[in-house]
């Protein structure tokens, strides 16, 4: 099933050089861009993971800058959900103008219909992805951490999350800077 959310949903796949244009496009307009990440794309789950924090003074011309924010995004998590969105903050307050998924799991299970009876005959309907059956961080064919949030000043410097399979390579500053101890928390008091 392909999860249909932002505004390209419908259509194929956009290229790189089609993100890059609707980036500029943003830009153009003075909005700020933001690319988020998930695994956890329920229709009502609209708040990602931030890669980063915003780029809010780009210019039209450094459509570029963004876009290497979505290719490390990407490269970091590539079995979740990742987007683009850009804030039109003109009104006084920041408002999504344009969000689009700019890439997926290879496989996407979908979602599936729960009916709850109710009294009075009254019937209640959710929505319960497939992917839930798997732990955060182990969605979609990931073989990360459970970690289910990320360190604030992580998305500051955009380091990839104990979940990543970037942070699982040896040597790597965030793999070990985010291990637990060794005693797991339990020890001398």
Excluded at 28 to 57: C, G, L
Excluded at 149 to 156: E, I, L, N, S, Y
Excluded at 160 to 184: E, I, Q, Y
Aim: proline share 7%; charged share 30%.
């Amino acid at each position: 099933m392909r999860i249909t959310q932002g505004t390209f949903s419908f259509l194929e796949d956009l290229t790189d050089e089609e993100i890059e244009a609707q980036i500029s496009y943003a830009l153009s307009n003075d909005w700020a861009i933001m690319v988020e990440y998930t695994d956890d794309p329920h229709p009502r789950n609209s708040f990602w993971e931030m890669w980063k924090q915003p780029e809010f003074d780009l210019e039209p011309h450094e459509a570029d800058v963004a876009m290497r924010d979505v290719v490390a995004c990407r490269e970091a998590y590539p079995n979740h959900y990742v987007k683009v969105v850009c804030y039109d903050s003109s009104l006084g307050r920041q408002t999504s103008a344009l969000s689009f998924i700019v890439n997926r799991p290879a496989e996407e299970p979908g979602f599936r219909l729960e009916r709850q009876d109710k009294a009075d005959r009254q019937m209640r309907y959710t929505l319960q992805p497939y992917a839930l059956k798997d732990a955060a961080g182990r969605r979609y064919g990931n073989k990360g951490d459970l970690a289910t949030t990320r360190d604030p000043a992580a998305v500051q410097d955009a380091t990839p999350g104990r979940d990543s399979p970037l942070a699982a390579r040896d040597g790597s500053a965030a793999a070990s800077s985010m291990d637990p101890s060794p005693d797991g928390g339990v020890g001398d008091s």
